[in-house]
């Protein structure tokens, strides 16, 4: 008797989702488009931060939102007031966004012609970890309240980023917050992450996060 077959389906799942992220990649590329994938856990500031950001780029660059949420859109009204193309993005119960999930917001979004697409991913520091978007660069927020072990409990989500953003140091003499030790457990699990304090709250190390996100996407723009 033969004996039975075991299909490794979250492989095969992530396969397919990768080979999606890279053909959306490239057509990103080929429209100049910089896609920007944001993540954090819920609280994190993450809407806050993104709204700095806007205010601090819209000058510069022509920006798009796509903000991902179980339910509700709160969020997208908050970008719309800025003046920002936005699509609200619903997920049905699931906990992240893949490449073709993210492919569709783009193509509601009417992206054409835009310089900076950010994803506000769906908010927890596990699932979105796993699943390529097609973004160009991975950028994740943690906030001082929620400790500094995190990058020890949740390993992938800080190797898979290219900056860390330290939120809420306006905070930092109330909690029990060890900023060196925090920068060290980052380091060990990614060498290469770009590492920002910031508040967006103040406006602290905002400056130094928004430089370098103009600086990539004109990067990705003179490779065309």
């Known amino acids: 008797m033969d004996a039975f077959r075991v299909i490794e389906v979250k ?27 944001l993540m ?21 660059l022509s920006m798009g939102i796509m903000e991902a949420d179980i339910d509700s859109d709160v969020d997208a009204r908050t970008m719309e007031a800025l003046g920002v193309k936005v699509v609200q993005l619903h997920t049905g119960g699931m906990c992240h966004l893949d ?16 310089d900076l697409v950010v994803l506000e991913n769906v908010g927890n520091l596990v699932c979105p970890a796993e699943f390529d978007t097609g973004a160009v660069k991975n950028v994740m927020i943690l906030s001082v309240p929620e400790g500094d072990d995190k990058p020890l409990k949740y390993p992938l989500m800080f190797s898979v980023c290219d900056v860390v953003l330290i939120n809420k140091i306006d905070v930092l003499p ?25 508040s967006a709250k103040t406006g602290e190390g905002m400056d130094v996060w928004t430089n370098w996100l103009r ?9 065309n």
Not at 11 to 37: H, M, P, T, W
Not at 183 to 188: C, F
Not at 189 to 196: D, W
Request: hydrophobic share 35%; aromatic share 6%.
């Open 11 to 37: 492989r095969s799942v992530f396969d397919n989702n990768d080979k999606q992220a890279e053909a959306l990649r490239q057509d990103l590329k080929d429209r100049g488009i910089f896609l920007l994938n």
């Open 40 to 60: 954090s856990s819920p609280g994190s500031g993450k809407t806050t931060t993104l709204v700095g950001t806007v205010k601090a780029l819209k000058g510069d």
């Open 99 to 114: 490449a073709d999930m993210t492919k569709q917001g783009l193509q509601a979004l009417e992206s054409d012609g835009l």
């Open 174 to 198: 109330y909690f029990d917050f060890d900023m060196e030790a925090c920068v060290a457990a980052i380091r060990e699990r990614n060498p290469r992450a770009v590492i920002i304090p910031v």
């Open 215 to 223: 600086e990539e996407c004109q990067k990705w723009q003179n490779q």
